[in-house]
Every structure is written in structure tokens, then in C-alpha cells.
């Protein structure tokens, strides 16, 4: 009780204000609110901000005081919003931007149809959705939207992890746009999140992190979310995430990612295999000021997140002390994202 007092204290001195200001700001101002500890770089063009700091990190003010985060979430989404669509409202023969989404199991998939309502909700953007479903028989085949293109990959064998990496190479090669969106299947986007990726496309990037901020909806809030279709900000987020990088969605040039050797697929398992990416992505011309956000919708936590030993962590930086270079050189060499199962390394 004295420590949260005390930490309540500290937000009402040194953070109420600064919130306060940007939060009743123009021209993106909330976008500049960061923990008092770390800094950002403003976009060249003055939209969206890099966080200087290496990996993910919580806004600490809303965790303590929650009304902040409701306040930042409603900013977000009034300059941005996310609507649901049964289907894209204009059919497109030739996509310009192809969202790719892995899934495995029923657990997930409401998690799943509510996040394909954000994605044809998108406005000024020729649109398709490609669902890698990664599981021993198909399960949500018969539960998807017409619209969406499924693919299933069986699993090479029964108790194999789930492999985010070979899912994302499978839908690529199976995808007409020339930007892929590499995204989550529990991660809501707002309705101009295609049109913005094809704007810094347009520009010159071949790869672009967009989000600024991720917000995390208590298990309670997605429920009401999923099943009412409403109160998306009706009550304040769990968690206020920043720089998640690779993670959860990407932009980037279809030939690009192939030009890179797509994700390494020796990633089984949960984590790691985004960090890897976005180290071979830097060898692109990159866009990573976020001024977006993302809704992120609960669900139980994947087999082996919070492993201390797990084997993606130690692959990770088996292969970060490679330069991106030489990976890229054996990772197109690599016959990846056949439906038949991972192209994992003989060594690593």
C-alpha cells in the first residue's frame, strides 16, 4: 500500500502535467509521451517517433494511474480508428498490400475473426488476408470469412511448437501484393493502416514499423470486445506498449523479404525469431517512426513464453553474433516456406 502511494505520488508530480499537455495537444503530441527515462527521435518529416532504446518497454504512468491510459488509448483511436467489416467493401483482383497471419488451434479464434474484421475495415488500400493455419488437421478453415485466402500447413510431426517464422514464409510465397503485412492474429489495426504503409512505400521504404503504441486489453475488456463488437475504449488498457519492433506487425516489399531470405525458420518455439528479422531488415531502406496504434486483445500466455532456458533465446544469439550479411547469404540459400515442413539449419 506505502509503495503504490508513493508511486502515485511521483506520477502526480513529475507525469500528470506532462500527460496532461500532450494529451489536450495538436499536430501528434501524444505521440512524444515516453517514460521519464528514455528518448525518442521525431520522424524526419515530423510524423512518428524511434524509441532509443533497444527492446519493448510499458508506459509506467498508466499502469499507476489507469485514467492516463484510457485518456492516451481514446487519443489514439479518435486520430485513428479502428472499425470492423464483415468483408472489404470493394473486392480487389490485384492486391496492392497482402496481410499474412499465422494461427494454430481454436483457442485463439476469436481472437483471430475479430482482428480480420480490423483488416477489412481498411480504407484506401486494395487489400487481401492470407491465414497460415500450422496444425496436425485444419480447424478453422470452415470458420473463416469467405474472403479470407487459407493455406494449411500439417505439421512434419505431432508435438512440433508452433514455428511463427515458417508461417509468415508460406504466405508470402503464396501472396499477389507487392507489401506484405506481416501481423498477429490477436492484434486489431486502425483503418487507415494499409493506406499508411502504401504512403511510405510510395516514399521509397521497403520496410516500415508503423506502431507507436500497442495497447493490451485486460481479459475482461476483450471478452466484451469480442462479443459485443463495442467498448473498444470503454475502459482503460491493461498495458501501454512501446517499440515492439518486429513483433506483432510489420510492413515490408515482398521482394525484399525474399532478398533478405525471409524469416529464419530455425525460430520453433515461442520468441526471437522477430528480433532476428529486424536485424537483417536494417540492411533496407527502413521506416521506424511509429505514429500508429494497435489494439492487442487478451489470451492465455503461448507453451513456453516465460521459459528462463528456452531455445530460442539461445539461438538468438547464436545467430545475432553472425553478421546480418552472411545470414542473409544462408538463409536464401534455403529452400523456405514450403508447405512441408521448416528449413531448419544442419548447425546453427
Given at each position: 500500500?506505502?509503495?503504490?502511494?508513493?508511486?502515485?505520488?511521483?506520477?502526480?508530480i513529475k507525469d500528470w502535467l506532462r500527460y496532461h499537455r500532450a494529451l489536450?495537444?495538436?499536430?501528434?503530441?501524444?505521440?512524444?509521451?515516453?517514460?521519464?527515462?528514455?528518448?525518442?527521435?521525431?520522424?524526419?518529416?515530423?510524423?512518428?517517433?524511434?524509441?532509443?532504446?533497444?527492446?519493448?518497454?510499458?508506459?509506467?504512468?498508466?499502469?499507476?494511474?489507469?485514467?492516463?491510459?484510457?485518456?492516451?488509448?481514446?487519443?489514439?483511436?479518435?486520430?485513428?480508428?479502428?472499425?470492423?467489416?464483415?468483408?472489404?467493401?470493394?473486392?480487389?483482383?490485384?492486391?496492392?498490400?497482402?496481410?499474412?497471419?499465422?494461427?494454430?488451434?481454436?483457442?485463439?479464434?476469436?481472437?483471430?475473426?475479430?482482428?480480420?474484421?480490423?483488416?477489412?475495415a481498411q480504407v484506401a488500400a486494395n487489400i487481401e488476408c492470407i491465414v497460415?493455419?500450422?496444425?496436425?488437421?485444419?480447424?478453422?478453415?470452415?470458420?473463416?470469412?469467405?474472403?479470407?485466402?487459407?493455406?494449411?500447413?500439417?505439421?512434419?510431426?505431432?508435438?512440433?511448437?508452433?514455428?511463427?517464422?515458417?508461417?509468415?514464409?508460406?504466405?508470402?510465397?503464396?501472396?499477389?501484393?507487392?507489401?506484405?503485412?506481416?501481423?498477429?492474429?490477436?492484434?486489431?489495426?486502425?483503418?487507415?493502416?494499409?493506406?499508411?504503409?502504401?504512403?511510405?512505400?510510395?516514399?521509397?521504404?521497403?520496410?516500415?514499423?508503423?506502431?507507436?503504441?500497442?495497447?493490451?486489453?485486460?481479459?475482461?475488456?476483450?471478452?466484451?470486445?469480442?462479443?459485443?463488437?463495442?467498448?473498444?475504449?470503454?475502459?482503460?488498457?491493461?498495458?501501454?506498449?512501446?517499440?515492439?519492433?518486429?513483433?506483432?506487425?510489420?510492413?515490408?516489399?515482398?521482394?525484399?523479404?525474399?532478398?533478405?531470405?525471409?524469416?529464419?525458420?530455425?525460430?520453433?518455439?515461442?520468441?526471437?525469431?522477430?528480433?532476428?528479422?529486424?536485424?537483417?531488415?536494417?540492411?533496407?531502406?527502413?521506416?521506424?517512426?511509429?505514429?500508429?496504434?494497435?489494439?492487442?486483445?487478451?489470451?492465455?500466455?503461448?507453451?513456453?513464453?516465460?521459459?528462463?532456458?528456452?531455445?530460442?533465446?539461445?539461438?538468438?544469439?547464436?545467430?545475432?553474433?553472425?553478421?546480418?550479411?552472411?545470414?542473409?547469404?544462408?538463409?536464401?540459400?534455403?529452400a523456405f516456406g514450403s508447405i512441408h515442413g521448416p528449413a531448419v539449419a544442419?548447425?546453427?
Open positions: 500500500m506505502l509503495f503504490h502511494t508513493r508511486n502515485l505520488l511521483g506520477i502526480l489536450n495537444g495538436r499536430n501528434g503530441n501524444y505521440l512524444q509521451l515516453c517514460n521519464r527515462n528514455e528518448q525518442l527521435e521525431a520522424a524526419p518529416d515530423g510524423i512518428g517517433y524511434l524509441c532509443n532504446w533497444k527492446w519493448t518497454s510499458d508506459l509506467h504512468a498508466p499502469k499507476v494511474l489507469s485514467s492516463l491510459g484510457l485518456r492516451l488509448m481514446v487519443k489514439a483511436l479518435t486520430e485513428h480508428p479502428i472499425d470492423r467489416a464483415a468483408a472489404p467493401s470493394i473486392p480487389a483482383p490485384k492486391p496492392d498490400v497482402s496481410f499474412v497471419i499465422g494461427h494454430r488451434g481454436l483457442a485463439r479464434l476469436p481472437n483471430l475473426l475479430v482482428t480480420l474484421e480490423s483488416i477489412a497460415v493455419e500450422q496444425s496436425a488437421t485444419p480447424e478453422v478453415k470452415d470458420k473463416l470469412p469467405g474472403w479470407i485466402r487459407y493455406i494449411h500447413t500439417p505439421l512434419p510431426h505431432g508435438d512440433m511448437l508452433y514455428c511463427r517464422a515458417w508461417a509468415f514464409n508460406v504466405g508470402a510465397h503464396a501472396a499477389q501484393g507487392e507489401t506484405l503485412v506481416l501481423h498477429d492474429n490477436d492484434m486489431m489495426v486502425p483503418a487507415d493502416y494499409a493506406k499508411e504503409v502504401l504512403t511510405r512505400r510510395k516514399d521509397g521504404y521497403e520496410a516500415m514499423n508503423l506502431k507507436r503504441f500497442i495497447f493490451y486489453l485486460s481479459e475482461r475488456h476483450s471478452a466484451a470486445v469480442i462479443a459485443e463488437g463495442k467498448h473498444l475504449a470503454g475502459r482503460p488498457p491493461q498495458v501501454v506498449v512501446q517499440n515492439l519492433e518486429a513483433g506483432g506487425s510489420l510492413a515490408i516489399a515482398r521482394e525484399a523479404y525474399f532478398r533478405i531470405g525471409g524469416f529464419d525458420e530455425s525460430f520453433i518455439g515461442w520468441g526471437g525469431e522477430d528480433n532476428e528479422f529486424w536485424e537483417r531488415v536494417q540492411t533496407l531502406r527502413v521506416w521506424p517512426y511509429g505514429y500508429l496504434p494497435i489494439v492487442h486483445l487478451w489470451h492465455a500466455n503461448q507453451t513456453g513464453k516465460f521459459e528462463s532456458e528456452r531455445e530460442t533465446t539461445k539461438l538468438l544469439e547464436t545467430r545475432s553474433a553472425i553478421p546480418p550479411q552472411e545470414r542473409i547469404a544462408e538463409l536464401t540459400s534455403r544442419t548447425s546453427n
